[in-house]
């Protein structure tokens, strides 16, 4: 999933430290959202398959953000919906 290979991104080429699970931790949330998505209807039908590609594209910005627990950074994705 892309999101895989972004969290070995993360790692490799910018050293960003990536508990373990994480992968695990976003299937979980992925499933959750499309159990959801039929009673809440939290994201739209083109965008549910997709998924896996707005997680990678969100976790692009996470060298940009540096360190929460160092740095004191706060980060809110609102969305654009």
């Given amino acids: 999933m ?4 972004s969290v070995d ?10 508990p373990r699970g994480t992968s ?6 992925i499933s959750l959202i499309r ?17 896996d ?3 990678a594209d969100s976790l692009s910005l996470v060298p ?5 627990s160092t740095a004191g950074i706060k980060c809110l994705d609102i ?3």
């Fill in 35 to 51: 159990e959801w998505n039929r009673f809440a209807g939290l994201v739209s039908p083109a965008d549910e398959v997709k998924l």
């Fill in 2 to 5: 892309k999101y895989d290979e």
């Fill in 64 to 68: 940009y953000l540096g360190s929460p």
């Fill in 79 to 81: 969305g654009s919906g």
């Fill in 9 to 18: 991104v993360l790692k490799t080429h910018f050293g960003f430290q990536v």
């Fill in 53 to 55: 590609d707005h997680i």
């Fill in 24 to 29: 695990v931790l976003f299937s979980q949330y």
